[in-house]
């Protein structure tokens, strides 16, 4: 009776999915067209360069830069947005020689996240070598990713490992502290260490302000325009609440479960619609995962005490990761419908594809191994350690590749097979 209300809840909430509809956006804010046009030779100066992109733009987030065809930096006025329109943004150019010029735009999705695009024009004829823009730079997205998987990796394993480490001290089984000892203080350390580290690497692929100067100065409305910003101020708080000793064991708890929550608020939740399925439907699925790779660490660091005959525990822990894995797995299929569709996943060329692809493979093999090693424990009442490790490491490298698709641009029925949106960062 217990499985068929779960399964009654998981077709309701399918079909309220379905019924909400699947709106074709673009993974972030992306240009869709531009006065002058990229490419275009003009016969006189335009007077004013206007872009206008997928989706509205934060205004204190838009940077704009020209160069001209010796790479050398014009100076610009601060580019506005269109009244009425915040989708566009205009910024006046001075007079201008004959040549071509590269227009180097920055600005900030919905979801918080970076987006550079590039256009080109000429006046008057084609420059016949055009350099590259001396000052313009472009963040190395690899230490990103690297830092948030540390931080966020380190949170989504802590969370639910102490979780269910609480919970299965009901059954006389060893607490967080006593599997980890001084590794629980090591990998705080290192959570933050990541956490800190991934503010400045994101703050530096902001050209138009600086993040840390307005938390220095307590600049809410600036910083509100970021919710990764957000995300990253939460988590560095509640990681701080966490070290203070001596709580009830509910703070703790409680904290690593609002801390896990955070890490659903950054990607691309904020820039899909509807915005509340979005992230209703990436909160549930951080928390499962959370809780399902959890628990397999939890069995692997028990080791024999786990093992034995401990009917009331086997139990608990059969039905907890049945249920994370069922729920983990039907949310992400859940997020996948919503925020694209499969003709356009399967016809893209992005990276995002493949790497959904990888964490699919990954998924399905946990599966299988979860089920040959369930059927070992209840006929044999034994572990297979080998396959409890390969399961959390097809587990973790399933995290990576979600981690890393939310800092790559997504295909939708309005991208084309190449890239159209170049990003620095989710």
Not at 168 to 180: D, I
Not at 223 to 230: E, G, K, R, T, V
Request: charged share 15%; hydrophobic share 50%; net charge neutral.
């Amino acid at each position: 009776m217990r499985w068929k209300r779960y399964l009654t809840l998981l077709w309701l909430a399918f079909f309220l999915v379905l019924a909400t509809g699947n709106s074709a956006v673009q993974a972030h804010a992306g240009l869709m067209s531009s006065t002058p046009k990229d490419g275009e030779v003009l016969q006189t100066n335009p007077g004013q360069l206007s872009m206008r992109f997928t989706e509205t733009l934060e205004p204190d987030l838009v940077s704009m830069k020209l160069y001209d065809w010796n790479g050398k930096e014009i100076s610009l006025e601060r580019p506005t947005l269109q009244p009425g329109d915040a989708s566009q943004v205009n910024v006046p150019l001075p007079e201008l020689a004959e040549g071509t010029y590269t227009a180097i735009v920055s600005v900030v999705s919905e979801d918080g996240h970076p987006v550079e695009e590039r256009l080109s024009f000429s006046i008057g004829q084609k420059s016949a070598v055009v350099a590259e823009p001396s000052t313009a730079k472009k963040t190395d997205s690899s230490y990103l990713i690297v830092y948030r998987y540390l931080a966020q990796g380190i949170i989504l394993l802590g969370g639910g490992l102490y979780v269910v480490a609480w919970w299965a001290q009901r059954y006389g089984l060893p607490s967080m502290a006593q599997l980890l000892g001084i590794g629980r203080q090591i990998g705080w350390v290192l959570g933050l260490v990541g956490l800190i580290f991934l503010w400045f690497l994101y703050d530096e692929s902001l050209t138009s302000v600086s993040l840390t100067q307005a938390l220095w100065q307590l600049d809410g409305k600036l910083l509100a325009q970021s919710p990764f910003a957000i995300m990253l101020i939460i988590s560095f708080v509640l990681m701080l609440l966490l070290s203070i000793p001596n709580m009830v064991s509910g703070w703790y708890v409680g904290i690593w479960v609002l801390l896990v929550s955070a890490q659903a608020f950054g990607g691309h939740a904020w820039g899909i619609a509807p915005v509340w399925l979005s992230i209703v439907l990436r909160l549930l699925h951080v928390l499962t995962v959370s809780l399902w790779l959890g628990a397999l660490v939890y069995l692997l660091l028990a080791g024999k005490q786990a093992e034995r005959d401990r009917k009331e525990f086997k139990a608990f822990f059969l039905r907890t990761v049945a249920m994370a894995a069922l729920l983990a797995v039907v949310t992400g299929v859940l997020m996948l419908l919503v925020q694209t569709d499969l003709a356009s996943v399967f016809q893209s060329s992005l990276t995002w594809s493949y790497l959904l692809y990888g964490k699919v493979i990954c998924i399905i093999v946990m599966l299988g191994l979860a089920y040959r090693q369930t059927k070992r424990w209840r006929k044999e009442n034994t572990l297979q350690q080998v396959l409890l490790r390969w399961e959390i490491i097809l587990g973790i490298v399933a995290i990576l590749a979600g981690l890393w698709m939310s800092q790559t641009n997504y295909p939708t029925a309005t991208t084309s097979t190449q890239a159209t949106i170049q990003t620095d960062l989710y």
